[in-house]
């Protein structure tokens, strides 16, 4: 069984940044990607980044590019979202997420980190 914790949540001012982890654990932890989602209140969940566990191909949704940047830290099961320029529409309990297969859906979510920007 595979678990994902994610930490580094907290309160920003717009134009700050933050970095969130995403640590996994497991016997067998072999994903074949590492996402990371996001939900604000009264909103539905909505895809952030994601990145190919062993090639390290990243994809991010249009309105984080430039500003968000997702990694993997191969060795010690950690997955990373380093988040600049911080706006207060990114204010959303942000979620990793494990898939398994190329097309599979992610079958594995951590319990959540609480990201709040003010203006």
């Known amino acids: 069984q595979v678990q994902l914790v994610e930490s580094g949540g907290g309160l920003v001012q717009a134009g700050g940044s933050l970095r969130l982890s995403c640590a996994a654990s497991g016997r067998t932890f072999s994903p074949h990607r590492m996402g990371w989602f996001r939900q604000a209140p009264g909103k539905e969940r909505e895809f952030v980044a994601y990145?190919?566990?062993?090639?390290?191909?990243?994809y991010y949704k249009n309105s984080v590019k430039g500003r968000f940047t997702i990694s993997r830290d191969y060795a010690k099961k950690t997955v990373y979202l380093q988040m600049n320029s911080l706006k207060p529409e990114d204010t959303a309990v942000y979620y990793c997420?494990?898939?398994?297969?190329?097309?599979?859906?992610?079958?594995?979510w951590g319990q959540g980190t609480q990201v709040t920007v003010s203006s």
């Open positions: 997420a494990a898939a398994e297969a190329p097309l599979g859906e992610y079958k594995y």
């Open positions: 990145i190919i566990w062993s090639g390290g191909n990243t």
